[in-house]
């Protein structure tokens, strides 16, 4: 069965603090990774990766995916107020499957002023 | 563009009625999905298609159907609502391409199933 776990579940920081965000996953037919970040509302794109070792970038967030060992990283650094939200790991399959998307729980990040 | 659209925002049903969450978009995406979320359960996906007439199960299809007629149309039915249904339902899209790009996600249905 395919499965996407993120962690941790919830995360408490102060404004300025760096934080690390984990997203491990098992699935089949494997073609890219994505982050989104959702605040109260529909999710919002971050990052698509699909390549290992290849660091995106913006801003003050970055990611990096490693293919051999099955898992994603996502940065925040100098953490802001407006960075509280559910970040989201979500691998999407081959192009035969597009549509099935398979998310992990999501990482609940509060950052206190 | 209006993107991916759902209606309604809103509702509340009673144990064993039926209605069908609306989902639209206009970008010409070939791959549109169907979520619910719970809290604490991240996104779960329910039903997908990869093109109109072609659908297919998720992780949690028991008790909704859908169809896809157009390209641009995705409902989902809720064949006779019950009180763990209660949930945010999202809808998505995506285009299709030899290079995969994001899913796109609708507003969001809140449903309460009493």
């Known amino acids: 069965e395919d499965k996407v776990v993120q962690s941790p579940l919830s995360l408490v920081v102060h404004e300025g603090d760096t934080v690390t965000l984990n997203c491990s996953y098992e699935v089949t037919n494997f073609r890219s990774l994505l982050w989104y970040k959702q605040e109260k509302k529909a999710p919002t794109f971050l990052f698509m990766l699909t390549s290992s070792g290849i660091e995106k970038k913006s801003g003050r967030l970055s990611s990096i995916l490693d293919k051999k060992e099955l898992f994603s990283i996502l940065n925040i650094t100098a953490t802001q107020t407006g960075d509280s939200a559910v970040y989201l790991c979500t691998t999407a399959p081959i192009r035969e499957q597009g549509g099935k998307l398979i998310f992990g729980q999501g990482t609940e990040l509060s950052v206190k002023p | 563009n209006a993107g991916v659209t759902q209606t309604p925002k809103f509702q509340v049903l009673k144990t064993g009625q039926s209605m069908t969450l609306q989902c639209a978009q206009d970008m010409n995406h070939e791959y549109m999905s169907w979520y619910r979320q719970d809290p604490g359960m991240g996104l779960r996906l329910i039903h997908y298609?990869?093109?109109?007439?072609?659908?297919d199960q998720g992780e949690v299809p028991n008790g909704y159907n859908v169809s896809r007629s157009t390209t641009e149309d995705f409902p989902l039915r809720l064949l006779s609502a019950a009180p763990s249904q209660t949930s945010v339902y999202f809808c998505?899209?995506?285009?299709?391409?030899?290079?995969?790009?994001?899913?796109?996600f609708g507003p969001g249905t809140r449903l309460t199933v009493l």
């Open positions: 298609s990869v093109g109109a007439g072609i659908t």
């Open positions: 998505a899209s995506s285009y299709a391409g030899v290079y995969y790009k994001e899913q796109f």
